[in-house]
Nanobody, 120 residues
Framework: QVRLVESGGGLVQAGGSLRLSCQAS????????VGWFRQAPGKERELVLG????????DVAEFVKGRFTFSRDNAKKTVYLQMNSLKPEDTAVYYC?????????????WGQGTQVTVSS
């Protein structure tokens, strides 16, 4: 069982930055891949960034284009999403998700989400 809690969302102006955090509780957190997803109103959920448990595989959405950075601290059981150069179209609820070894489009475990709003 993996429990995930996101934090760090908020309101920011276009061009600004936010860092999202995902705190996990799992006995063997290092065995789980973690991904960040987002869902904007009226749109389907989409993967933003995901990394395999061993760190060898990273899935990155095209719209990230070097603006977002994924990092992970297994000792703290925390994953981060550093978002720079934010755009209004980045406005969405951002979710942290975990899956055994490799992230997929429907991970087993999800956080509650954190709202990110980018004003123009």
């Amino acid at each position: 069982q993996v429990r995930l809690v996101e934090s760090g969302g908020g309101l920011v102006q276009a061009g600004g930055s936010l860092r999202l955090s995902c705190q996990a509780s799992a006995r063997t957190f290092s065995d789980y891949a973690v991904g960040w997803f987002r869902q904007a109103p009226g749109k389907e959920r989409e993967l933003v960034l995901g990394r395999s448990a061993d760190g060898l595989y990273t899935d990155v959405a095209e719209f990230v284009k070097g603006r977002f950075t994924f990092s992970r601290d297994n000792a703290k059981k925390t994953v981060y999403l550093q978002m720079n150069s934010l755009k209004p179209e980045d406005t969405a609820v951002y979710y942290c998700a975990a899956h055994w070894q490799r992230i997929n489009n429907n991970p087993d475990y999800w956080g509650q989400g954190t709202q990110v709003t980018v004003s123009s």
